[in-house]
């Protein structure tokens, strides 16, 4: 795909405004015990669906735009659902080590920073 149709354009710019971690930090945190603590697991697998996610976010993270594909705009739609709709149940309180937190830095955003320093 040479040229991003416009809804693909604009599922980027979502998706990179959502995902606030870098490659590199989402890598480090999905390595960690509390990141596969976390989350729903499908029946008879033994990674969450989210840490599943969080791999394939790198990935996406690090293909050029070009290189897209139809599946990596799909599930860029499905992160950016994901994260509202789980950022809209924050609790209240301190999130710093809440469960919360630890499934929306599965899916690549840290509610705890404004954006990837990237």
Known sequence: ????TKEQEEAIKE???LVNMTPQ???????SSESKEVGFKNEGETE????QSGR?????????KSDLD????????QVIAYIK?????????DVTDTRWRYSLMNWGHDPLKERANS
């Open 1 to 4: 795909m040479d040229r991003a």
């Open 15 to 17: 998706f990179k405004s």
């Open 25 to 31: 930090q989402l890598e480090r945190w999905l390595a």
């Open 48 to 51: 969450a669906v989210g840490h």
């Open 56 to 64: 394939r976010i790198v990935d996406i993270l690090r293909t050029s």
């Open 70 to 77: 139809e599946e990596d705009y799909a599930h860029m739609h």
């Open 85 to 93: 709709r789980h950022s809209a149940q924050r609790p209240s309180g």
